[in-house]
């Protein structure tokens, strides 16, 4: 979901990721490699990005990024899924659709990332199926949260 996120808030605005992009590129020009220990200036921003994209979120929106970061900072077994200790398809099935809803977001905002470059025809042949396979496994409504990138989500798009 903070990918998602993240790539969204990129997204809305193309001319402030672009001289973010040149910044960290310069900088790490400059700086040469940069280990795990060493962070970048520009991460600050996109941190900053990331926040206030997830203060955007509705109320049913953050509840489900607490749940999926809960899940994420408390890993459980697949046998203990369930609160009581015993393995629940429901909630496997839920954790499982929640991840494709949100591979479903990264691809459509790629395919928006690229959508005014050369590359866009290719970026977007290239994810067709992926998404098709992905409408094609769904069985429930995408969130609400993904409405700016339904539009890659009708079926007949890809027909």
Known sequence: MDCYLLIRALNRDKQKAAGLWEKTRYELHARGNVGPEQRLAEESELGDLLSNERGMLGDKEKRLYDHLSNRAMHPHTITSANTPGQYSSEIEKDCLQSGIFFAFGILAQLVQTYE?????????????????????????????????????????KFD
């Open 116 to 156: 005014d470059t050369g590359a866009a025809v290719e970026i977007h042949l290239s994810v067709e199926p992926v998404i098709v396979d992905i409408w094609t496994f769904t069985t429930q409504s995408p969130p609400a949260l993904l409405r700016d990138d339904l539009h890659l989500f009708e079926p007949t």
